[in-house]
């Protein structure tokens, strides 16, 4: 179609098969841009589009910081140019086209124009048509219609050329005809018995005129006579054959074509349709730290230097856990009911306040409580288990889930927790130190334990059962360490350090008990990296 306005008809090769072949799919109308100097301007936008509604959608997201890479944005349009909207962008570095993209996914500067042939087909019932199919359609009819015009004024021709044959016969017999109709008591039937002439015939001498018996109108009789037989015959030639008849319709289109039509304003262009960017890649990337309490209260602090359990909590809250990461990565938290969820860090709170309840943003199962908190790129390994001694290695990018209901991913056997999950540099000659209730620790390499995306795991430390079920034991914590790092073993306010000299004694084989750490750090809370 044509638009009245300018901008371009842009669709997929797939959009205009789809078309082709059912009738039905989905064409775009997208705004002209430009690059002058370092600006990008737009000079023609799609039919309908308001340019105060365009800038006022990129306005808005400037100010909700997600245009970073939009510097300034302003409205030249005069009389001279009626459309002109300027875009600075920050810096030179800013792909254009990327930014432009995404200003099509997400502003009026591209509008969806639905193709819906599903008209009355020739027969009178409905029809969805493809796009052959429905030229076929129209030529058909244009056919019929041509083949109807020319049948009607081939009728026309015969019946003047009848009328005039009669006239003829007057003139030629002029002064017979006129006694008849002065002296006759019924001289139309006269003239039709005398000359063999049909009733319109003799109706048409009967109605002439005396100032047209003049011998100039003899003349004009017969030059008439020629014009139409000619007519006539060139009518007979195209009704009798296809081609010439194929030959008039499309003179008949291209003469229309010069008198009334005009340049086309919109083009015709196939593109790729325009695309948001992901939300992450429009979010300044700098170091936050993401903090969760006991009570499933989360924030963002800027930077890693941050001692978050030095912020101030809720009363009858407290530190659980935190991660440090990029602002513009998603954070996963993890829940006692073993369910993963999703969201991105720069959407938290700021840790000057004591944040929000992620109760908010999901739905944890009734009686769930939050566990533990991850930060970090989607292949970034965590190492996740429950106090029965199970657990596993997994791949954050496979946690993610925009579902307010999370992710399955863990299996808590009854009677146990979820543990703080522990991050893994998932690098050759890494340990896992797990501990246990009575504090007993035992470290293995990480390669012993498996990494899967979802299920109890396998057996990390030996818990037997009736302990277990008694509460008398159970697995506190565990935690991943970096070749030749150091392991801080916690309890309450003490703690001890552990070298890689000294964590050889506490070396096994995965599934084992481990052995017991001295007298006074038994009661262990948690383990953590030395720093």
Not at 128 to 152: G, H, N, P
Not at 175 to 201: G, H, N, T
Not at 453 to 471: E, H, L, T
Request: hydrophobic share 40%.
């Amino acid at each position: 179609p044509d638009f009245p306005t300018g901008g371009e008809l842009i669709s997929s090769a797939e959009e205009i098969r789809q078309v082709y072949e059912t009738g039905n799919g989905t064409l775009r109308a997208r705004a002209v841009w430009t690059r002058e100097d370092d600006d990008i301007v737009i000079t023609e936008l799609p039919f309908q589009t308001s340019g105060a509604k365009v800038l006022e959608q990129i306005a808005t997201q400037m100010r909700t910081k997600k245009l970073p890479m939009v510097e300034d944005l302003r409205d030249e349009s005069d009389h001279e140019a009626p459309v002109r909207l300027v875009i600075t962008p920050k810096n030179k570095r800013v792909d254009a086209e990327q930014l432009m993209s995404h200003l099509f996914a997400t502003t009026a500067l591209e509008k969806t124009l639905r193709v819906n042939l599903n008209v009355i087909a020739l027969n009178g019932a409905p029809h969805v048509f493809d796009l052959k199919e429905m030229l076929t359609e129209w030529l058909q009819f244009r056919k019929a219609t041509v083949i109807r015009r020319l049948e009607f004024r081939l009728q026309k021709v015969t019946d003047r050329l009848h009328i005039l044959e009669g006239l003829l016969i007057a003139y030629l017999n002029i002064d017979e005809v006129i006694r008849i109709i002065r002296e006759e008591d019924d001289p139309k039937a006269e003239l039709m018995a005398r000359y063999e002439l049909s009733e319109r015939q003799a109706d048409a001498i009967l109605n002439l005129r005396l100032r047209n018996l003049a011998r100039l109108e003899e003349m004009r009789i017969r030059g008439e006579q020629e014009t139409l037989a000619e007519e006539k015959a060139d009518i007979e030639k195209i009704l009798g054959s296809d081609a010439r008849l194929k030959t008039l319709i499309k003179k008949e289109i291209q003469a229309d074509t010069e008198e009334f039509g005009d340049e086309r304003r919109t083009r015709i262009v196939e593109r790729e349709a325009g695309k948001a960017m992901d939300e992450t890649s429009l979010v300044v990337s700098e170091p936050v730290t993401v903090v969760l309490s006991t009570r499933g209260w989360a924030r963002a602090a800027k930077g890693h230097e941050i001692d978050a359990r030095a912020l101030n909590y809720k009363s009858g809250d407290a530190y659980l856990d935190a991660a440090q990461g990029k602002s513009n990565q998603t954070a996963l938290f993890l829940d006692s009911a073993g369910r993963c969820y999703s969201l991105l860090a720069h959407t938290l709170p700021s840790a000057r306040g004591q944040g929000e309840p992620l109760s908010s943003h999901f739905n944890p199962p009734d009686g769930a409580t939050f566990a533990g908190v991850m930060l970090g790129e989607p292949d970034q390994r965590y190492v996740v288990a429950t106090s029965a001694g199970y657990g596993f290695v997994v791949q954050g990018g496979a946690l993610v889930s925009r579902a307010k209901a999370g992710k399955a991913m863990l299996n808590v056997p009854a009677g146990a927790s979820v543990l703080v999950p522990s991050t893994t540099q998932w690098l050759e000659g890494e340990l896992i130190a797990a501990v246990s209730s009575i504090g007993r620790l035992l470290v293995f390499d990480l390669d012993d334990l498996p990494e899967l995306a979802r299920g109890k795991g396998n057996k990390i430390m030996d818990i037997p059962k009736k302990k277990f079920v008694s509460g008398e034991e159970h697995m506190v914590a565990v935690q991943a360490i970096p070749a030749d790092a150091s392991l801080m073993v916690h309890c309450g306010d003490r703690h001890m350090t552990l070298k890689p000299a000294d964590l050889e004694k506490y070396i096994g084989t995965r599934g084992n008990r481990g052995q017991m750490l001295s007298r006074n750090y038994r009661k262990v809370d948690r383990l953590s990296l030395a720093e």
